[in-house]
């Protein structure tokens, strides 16, 4: 074998090491057969960006499938975040967390939370994790991205052992609610919403993303 094909050989199978689900599927249809077993429709509206992979330091391996609703000047409105994340191999860190505070998304129980959540402050404390990787890669594909959400978030362990788990993410551009000053966050960039806005949140969140299977 040549260097030349070693090279491309070594960088296929690099790719695929980081990769957490595999599945391809119709538009706006996120699919995962295995850790979890999980069928989500995206509606109308949203378009999906190519999936984002990258570790997190030597504990995980990370794949987000974005979808945004962006206006004519690629303003990003609301967008979904279907977050896959795996143990990698070699690692001691377990995913550990029960689903607390409940909260019942398609055939199964998450931990759901819902919070206002400054995404600048949060890629600049940390460039290499989600919220840095992501924003670095929706500016470099020409969005424009407000620097507050409206987050509602899902998550679960998705096997017996903890080497898995899925995160989803609805969010909204919060940006034109401060207009006129920053809101007062918490030290990490975050603020919970009370539960009248939480439920709202959660009840757009299940209009815009049905669970199909799983």
């Known amino acids: 074998m040549n260097e030349a094909v070693k090279t491309v050989l070594a960088l296929v199978l690099g790719g695929a090491a980081t990769a957490c689900v595999a599945a391809s599927a119709p538009a706006n249809l996120v699919v995962s057969n295995e850790s979890p077993t999980l069928t989500l429709r995206i509606a109308e509206g949203f378009a999906e960006v190519p999936p984002l992979r990258f570790p997190i330091e030597d504990l995980t391996d990370v794949e987000r499938r974005i979808f945004v609703e962006a206006d004519a000047d690629r303003r990003i409105r609301r967008q979904v975040i279907v977050q896959f994340e795996r143990v990698r191999t070699g690692s ?42 992501t924003r670095a890669y929706l500016a470099g594909r020409g969005y424009v991205q407000p620097r507050y959400w409206r987050v509602g978030r899902l998550a679960r362990v998705t096997d017996p052992a903890g080497l898995s788990e899925v995160i989803i993410f609805y969010r909204e551009a919060a940006d034109a609610d401060f207009a006129s000053g920053p809101p ?28 199909v299977r799983g």
């Open 92 to 133: 001691d860190f377990r995913f550990v967390f029960p689903s607390t505070p409940p909260r019942r998304f398609g055939e199964q129980v998450y931990r759901a939370n819902a919070f206002l959540f400054d995404e600048v402050r949060g890629a600049e404390a940390a460039p290499l994790r989600e919220a840095g990787r």
């Open 184 to 211: 007062a966050l918490d030290a990490g960039g975050g603020l919970p919403l009370g539960e009248a806005e939480s439920d709202a949140l959660f009840a757009r969140l299940a209009a815009a993303i049905e669970a």
